[in-house]
């Protein structure tokens, strides 16, 4: 029961229609004043939001159930969500290779430790990417307060990247064309065959839920590559809002390569509101709190943690921005959206940040996280 | 009272208001009418490459 319903003039049906009602209202003012496109694109991220939430897909989640019970199911509809965007992308950008970028990035020593410790860090706060965006708009206090410092970390680590990425960076690897294709798909079997193989055997079913949430997933990210250019990602957009907080409080950011690149200093000059991932951020963030307030879902009262739980998700938040940089991406940008585009980075993103996820499944009691009183 | 998830929600609002309030004080406006078209593909525009897989180079 919510407050709302104490209420004789409000029903609940009312509030839908409310909450319906200024959803198309800020994606109209949008298109009205910023642009068709970027109204479009933060319509798409609030279908990311509603999906995400709505439909409980997520990655660190499906991530600790394989590590910890050995169920399969989260994780596979995640490789099923990627081989569908994979089937359409991958040839898209073959074809378009101006107007659509893939997210290929370079395999390097900074990207495989970034990508570890953002795997610890994502099971600390049990959020990664999207999850802590969807949990913070569906009020989960630690990522509430994991989610400012994600985005000081994302600009911190873009500002040193240069310095990272000079450590040992191979060449950038990409796979692309049918050829490309064929061998994304069978990486992505192997991987959930393994994965199946591994499950525990009660456990080796996927529920309706995740197969509709895979396709629903996958269709918005194919919209999101069509209309931006460019794939699905989070990271980028929360660095941004820091840098700009930054060069408003006249912080000077010469110093770093990363932000005086003539794109990204277009992107500081330019409103956050023409920006992409930002787009999909504020949308994401937005729609998974129409989802729990639709559910009448944010009635619960707020857990109580002990002070080196608080200090542990804003030390993890800083750490899951400061690392998914030097990873070029996180959950999504990396995995969902490098793996599906054809960049090796994916995969080698992938292996580590679960190799992280196992030590972080294990850290996150110890750092008082999972005592509720 | 206890605190509720509502107020959390609440304020994840408001942090994303504040972020879009500060950059419009800022002068950060947008102009609609030099808006890219409605959809990249078939657009003819180079993709802009504010990603985070993008390495830039100066």
Not at chain 1, 238 to 249: D, V
């Amino acid at each position: 029961m919510t407050d709302i319903t104490a209420s004789p003039a409000v029903t609940p049906g009312f509030q839908r229609a409310a909450l319906i009602g200024a959803a198309i209202a800020v994606v109209a003012l949008v298109a009205l004043f910023v642009g068709a496109r970027f109204a479009l694109l933060l319509a798409i991220g609030l279908g990311f939001g509603v999906a995400l939430e709505g439909l409980r897909f997520g990655f660190a989640g499906p991530w600790r159930a394989m590590i910890l019970r050995r169920d399969p199911a989260g994780l596979i509809a995640q490789l099923v969500a990627i081989a569908l965007v994979a089937c359409v992308a991958i040839p898209l950008i073959t074809a378009n290779p101006t107007e659509l970028a893939g997210a290929h990035a370079p395999v390097g020593f900074a990207m495989i430790g970034g990508a570890f410790v953002f795997g610890i860090c994502m099971q600390v706060v049990l959020g990664c990417g999207s999850g802590t965006l969807v949990n913070a708009g569906s009020g989960n206090p630690v990522s509430l307060v994991a989610l400012p410092f994600f985005a000081i970390g994302s600009f911190a680590g873009a500002f040193h990247l240069f310095w990272w990425t000079d450590l040992g960076t191979a060449p950038l690897v990409v796979f692309s064309g049918t050829g490309g294709l064929a061998v994304t798909l069978v990486g992505l079997a192997a991987v959930g065959a393994l994965i199946w193989w591994k499950a525990a055997p009660e456990n080796r079913r996927v529920p309706r839920r995740l197969w509709i949430a895979a396709a629903v997933v996958a269709a918005l990210a194919l919209a999101n590559l069509i209309v931006a250019g460019q794939p699905w990602g989070v990271v980028y957009g929360l660095g941004l809002w820091a840098a700009k907080g930054a060069s408003i409080l006249g912080a000077d950011l010469s110093g770093s390569g990363f932000w005086m690149a003539p794109v990204n200093q277009e992107r500081l000059a330019q409103s956050v509101l023409t920006d992409v991932t930002s787009l999909t951020n504020i949308g994401i963030i937005a729609g998974a709190c129409l989802v729990a307030t639709w559910r009448a879902g944010l009635g619960d009262a707020l857990p109580r943690l002990p002070l080196r739980a608080w200090i542990a998700a804003i030390v993890a938040g800083f750490l899951l921005g400061y690392s998914s940089r030097l990873a070029f991406g996180c959950n999504v940008g990396a995995f969902f959206s490098g793996v599906s585009t054809g960049s090796l980075h994916g995969w080698v993103w992938f292996a580590m940040a679960f190799a992280g996820s196992v030590v972080g499944v294990r850290l996150r009691p110890r750092l008082g996280l999972e005592q509720r009183r | 009272m206890k605190a509720t998830r509502k107020l959390t929600a609440g304020l994840a609002l408001g942090l994303i208001a504040l972020v879009v309030a500060v950059d419009l004080g800022s002068g950060a406006v947008p102009n609609p009418y030099r808006a890219p078209p409605l959809v990249a593909l078939g657009s003819g525009l180079a993709a802009g490459g504010a990603h985070c897989a993008a390495l830039p180079r100066n």
